[in-house]
């Protein structure tokens, strides 16, 4: 068992968990009996979100068949906030062109279709791994993000940029204070001196 410690090395305590997001094809129902990691079903992406931000590593499974264009699209705009999953996908097609596509968009692992247990014990394992390592986890990241509002989410992408907040909030419609306030709570919540070290912490990820 491990969790994300502060150092971000894995270490005895917590169990990480496996969320399911069901389709028509996967859910718990249908995962194999006597897993060894917790799983959870959710049925849409901001309860992924949710889930997956609780400080504990954590692992997505989807299936990568069943609406992929939509499913890639869903996990881009949160890369391009800056929040990453540890994926497995589930699929009948593991040929290279599938694989390459799934990693290129931060993919652990596909997993056969039907399921092999061992197969997908083994990369959920690798999921819980990739989620917890480092000194600035993919768990820790999102779970930084997890406490920003809706608001400072939105805006985080910009300010990311480094646009002055003067401009910013021109082109927001909103007063300059209001963007510094984004800014400093942002700051406060991921835990970094300045945006300059979010932004490192976040691209080091890709």
């Not at 805006?155 to 419609?173: C, D, E, T, W």
């Amino acid at each position: 068992m491990i969790k994300a410690s502060h150092d971000g090395n894995p270490s005895p305590g917590i169990r990480p968990f496996t969320v399911v997001l069901q389709s028509e094809r996967l859910s718990i129902a249908t995962l194999p009996d006597a897993l060894p990691f917790q799983t959870l079903e959710v049925d849409n992406w901001e309860s992924v979100f949710k889930k997956l931000s609780s400080f504990r590593p954590g692992c997505l499974l989807v299936d990568f068949d069943s609406v992929r264009d939509e499913t890639l699209k869903r996990v881009r705009k949160f890369a391009d906030q800056g929040i990453r999953f540890s994926i497995v996908g589930l699929t009948a097609d593991r040929s290279r062109r599938t694989l390459h596509l799934a990693l290129k968009h931060g993919f652990v692992d596909l997993v056969p279709h039907p399921i092999e247990n061992r197969l997908l014990i083994e990369a959920v394992q690798e999921a819980f791994q990739a989620d917890a390592a480092g000194p600035d986890s993919l768990c820790n990241l999102r779970s930084g993000f997890g406490r920003l509002t809706p608001k400072e989410r939105e805006v985080l992408p910009q300010l990311l940029l480094g646009i002055p907040s003067r401009r910013l909030a021109g082109k927001l419609n909103v007063s300059y204070q209001t963007i510094d306030r984004h800014r400093k709570r942002v700051i406060e919540k991921m835990n970094v001196d300045n945006m300059t070290e979010l932004a490192m912490k976040l691209y080091r990820q890709y």
